[in-house]
């Protein structure tokens, strides 16, 4: 399912958190298999994720799960900071 579908399913600020919570689990998962320096797979860094956005490409474009990693990374900086705001 899209992100669209995980979107209108996180209806208050709890859900948001649950979701993003499980987003960047997922995305700790991806960067295992993945070209990626230690210091930058902590994904609860946000500097670490804008990095990510930046670089991944370098080492890992031709990653099988390259394009679903990068649009987790979208993902999580687009609503990391709507949770942000929200508190």
């Known amino acids: 399912m899209g992100d669209w579908f995980f979107n209108i399913m996180a209806k208050n600020n ?3 958190k649950t979701m993003l919570t499980k987003k960047l689990s997922a995305l700790k998962t991806l960067l295992e298999q993945m070209e990626v320096p230690e210091r ?3 994904v609860e860094n946000i500097s670490n994720v804008r990095w990510l956005a930046r670089n991944l490409a370098v080492q890992n474009k031709e990653h099988p799960m390259f394009e679903t990693t990068q649009r987790t990374i979208v993902w999580v900086l687009r609503n990391a900071a709507t949770l942000e705001n929200k508190r």
């Open 14 to 16: 709890i859900e948001e």
């Open 40 to 42: 930058r797979r902590d």
